[in-house]
């Protein structure tokens, strides 16, 4: 395949984000459960209200550590392999049909959560950034919900 680096270090970056996307978003639900146990959630607000106000947080941050971890693990994993090494699991990504539509769902996924984040942001007169980065874990992680509900989806 061409650019077979590329191809490995997307495909380790795409996954690594999309797991970040799903930590965010059980870890800050984790999060709210405790506080709530504990009696400690900020000026007496409700768990789902904590849950709504950060969600879009930890999910954002959980996409982009995840994200760039997963990109430096498949750089640094390449770095340690030869040229033929490289081209096999270039090779195996590209014709594996299932790892293709899972990467292609988690790309439009991405792409359609950036797009509409960005324009509710915008409707509500909020940061058009804050509201991307917001929709692009969404976006991935309905894409993954999706897929899994129907996997034979036309990607």
Same mark, same amino acid.
């Given at each position: /395949?061409?650019?077979? #680096?590329?191809?490995?270090?997307?495909?380790?970056?795409? *996954?690594?984000?999309?797991?970040?996307?799903? !930590?965010?978003?059980?870890?800050?639900?984790?999060?709210?459960?405790?506080?709530?146990?504990?009696?400690?959630?900020?000026?007496?607000?409700?768990?789902?209200? #904590?849950?709504?106000?950060?969600?879009?947080?930890? %999910?954002?941050?959980?996409?982009?550590?995840?994200?760039?971890?997963?990109?430096?693990?498949?750089?640094?994993?390449?770095?340690?392999? +030869? =040229?033929?090494? &490289? =081209?096999?699991?270039? !090779? *195996?990504? $590209? !014709?594996?049909? %299932?790892?293709? $539509?899972? +990467? *292609?769902?988690?790309?439009?996924?991405?792409?359609?959560?950036? &797009?509409?984040?960005?324009?509710?942001?915008?409707?509500?007169?909020?940061? &058009?950034? *804050?509201?991307?980065?917001?929709? &692009? /874990?969404?976006? %991935?992680?309905?894409? %993954?919900?999706?897929?899994?509900?129907? /996997?034979?989806?036309?990607?």
């Amino acid at each position: /395949p061409k650019l077979p #680096y590329f191809l490995v270090t997307y495909h380790s970056g795409i *996954r690594g984000a999309a797991i970040g996307a799903g !930590f965010g978003a059980v870890g800050c639900a984790a999060i709210a459960g405790l506080k709530s146990a504990r009696g400690t959630l900020p000026g007496g607000i409700s768990a789902g209200s #904590y849950i709504y106000t950060r969600a879009c947080g930890y %999910m954002r941050g959980g996409t982009v550590l995840f994200g760039l971890v997963g990109a430096g693990l498949a750089v640094a994993r390449l770095n340690s392999v +030869d =040229e033929d090494g &490289v =081209e096999d699991r270039a !090779f *195996r990504l $590209k !014709f594996n049909a %299932m790892q293709n $539509k899972i +990467d *292609r769902a988690l790309a439009l996924g991405a792409g359609g959560g950036l &797009v509409i984040g960005a324009l509710a942001a915008t409707l509500r007169g909020g940061r &058009v950034a *804050r509201g991307a980065g917001c929709g &692009v /874990p969404v976006g %991935m992680l309905l894409s %993954m919900a999706a897929l899994g509900a129907k /996997p034979d989806l036309p990607i």
